[in-house]
């Protein structure tokens, strides 16, 4: 049973530039939630997504941006990007109703 | 607003030793749930454990145990007889009723030396 899994690993991008993420929810889960965790500090909510539509936001700028697809996936698109983006972004799928958030390895982006 | 408080930044122990991490929470839903993660070096986080509000019994899962106390907003971790695996990232995080998203404690680094 696969868990959660997030493309690219690491990501190396210069200041101004787009960013796409990528993620696969576990087997089973309908929900997609997205994290920012900067440098050593914990985890903070960016939005989360059901049903392909966002249903709840964190407190982040337009400039980041998600999608999700008919077979539960989700990209996070981050435009104009600033050098303070530059963090580990997580993704945690759940199932409807079910509130435990399974996370994935995450991608580490560096804004150069 | 909710707020989760994870006082100890960093504790050190010696394998075989007793550790417990503090949490602290603030919220003012009545129905609300307390996570704990782990967060190895590879980065992912490890769901160790959910409770409810209206569940204040404490559980025990092997060395793992949680103390939830309504009374002073805490919701402890202790990891009894650690070991060098033990060594991660522990995290606290509270969920409210209104939605969905998990609001994190700044975390404790755990490091067990042999």
């Known amino acids: 049973d696969a868990g959660v899994t997030q493309s690219p690993t690491h990501l190396i991008k210069t200041r101004g530039q787009q960013v796409t993420l990528r993620c696969s929810p576990k087997?089973?889960?309908?929900?997609v939630s997205w994290y920012q965790q900067a440098l050593g500090q914990g985890p903070q909510f960016i939005f989360q997504y059901y049903e392909e539509e966002e249903r709840q936001r964190g407190n982040f700028p337009d400039r980041f941006s998600g999608h999700q697809f008919p077979n539960y996936s989700s990209e996070l698109n981050v435009n104009a990007l600033l050098l303070g983006d530059s963090a580990l972004y997580l993704c945690a799928s759940s199932l409807e109703g079910m509130n435990i958030q399974y996370f994935g390895a995450g991608t580490r982006l560096s804004v150069l | 607003a909710q707020k989760v408080t994870q006082a100890q930044t960093e504790i050190s122990v010696v394998e075989k030793e007793d550790v417990t991490l503090d949490c602290v929470y603030e919220t003012r839903d009545t129905t609300y749930y307390l996570f704990w993660y782990k967060q190895p070096p590879s980065g992912e986080l490890v769901f160790l454990i959910r409770r409810n509000s209206f569940d204040e019994q404490n559980e025990i899962s092997g060395r793992y145990s949680w103390n939830f106390q309504k009374s002073t907003s805490s919701f402890n971790f202790t990891i009894t007889a650690s070991q060098v695996v033990d060594s991660a990232v522990y995290f606290c995080?509270?969920?409210?009723?209104?939605?969905?998203?998990?609001?994190f404690g700044g975390g404790t680094r755990l490091m067990v030396k042999p």
């Open positions: 995080a509270l969920m409210g009723n209104a939605g969905n998203m998990l609001t």
């Open positions: 087997s089973g889960h309908d929900t």
